[in-house]
């Protein structure tokens, strides 16, 4: 079964607003990663946040980590067309540090209206 | 640097045929993985490998097979192909060894197996 699990599956905003997209998963982590898809390309890493890390933030990007509810966020604030794409959480599973596995969640749609 | 390549980007093979994904990465990363994507599924991992000449099953391995003979080239071998294993695959490579970071897509091969 899959470790992480994204909420919503769908998200449709304006352009301007913030967008939030959830990630929860089943087991304890090393750390935790989010990736952007657009449309018929490959993954893009977009963030790394560690076990032992609450929050972090990279340009409009903010990610929390709750590891006592085994979830985390993305924040995209002030959001742009070009920010339209899915949007995948990736867990490190203790014990797989040595070999990078990463397990994916099914990801959130994000449709960012101009 | 042209990152992670995979060969071909399409195919089209009717049940039964074999054929060979190659993923070629100049980065000198040590890991690289196989992912098959299908709708509402998320990304799965096939085969993995952390070194040249090691390889190691995923969560969906079935019905495939993989090959590093070369640092640079993991390839991934369909020997009887099934209407099942129509998906999109990925490959990704990463870098790190005492911790896991992030992971460098290719841009996908869709098979469509008929």
């Known amino acids: 079964s899959q470790q992480g699990e994204e909420d919503p599956q769908a998200l449709s905003i304006q352009e301007g607003e913030n967008a939030t997209m959830n990630c929860s998963y089943k087991?304890?982590?090393?750390?935790l990663q989010w990736y952007r898809q657009n449309s018929g390309r490959g993954l893009v890493h977009l963030i790394l946040i560690r076990s032992n890390e609450r929050e972090k933030h990279s340009g409009r990007l903010r990610v929390t980590l709750d590891t006592s509810k085994k979830s985390s966020s993305l924040l995209i604030t002030a959001s742009r067309a070009a920010d339209t794409a899915s949007y995948f959480c990736a867990t490190v599973l203790p014990g797989s540090s040595n070999t990078g596995k990463l397990i994916f969640g099914q990801g959130t749609t994000l449709q960012v209206k101009p | 640097n042209a990152g992670v390549t995979q060969t071909p980007k399409f195919r089209v093979l009717k049940t039964g045929q074999s054929m060979t994904l190659l993923c070629a990465q100049d980065?000198?990363?040590?890991?690289m993985y196989w992912y098959r994507q299908d709708p509402g599924m998320g990304l799965r991992l096939i085969h993995y490998s952390v070194g040249e000449g090691t390889t190691a099953k995923g969560e969906v391995p079935d019905g495939y097979n993989v090959s590093r003979l070369k640092k640079q080239n993991f390839l991934l071998g369909l020997e009887s192909a099934a209407p099942s294993q129509t998906s999109v695959y990925f490959c990704a490579s990463s870098r790190t060894q005492r911790d896991t970071g992030e992971l460098f897509f290719g841009e996908g091969s869709r098979l469509t197996v008929l």
């Open positions: 087991t304890s982590i090393n750390n």
């Open positions: 980065m000198n990363h040590e890991y």
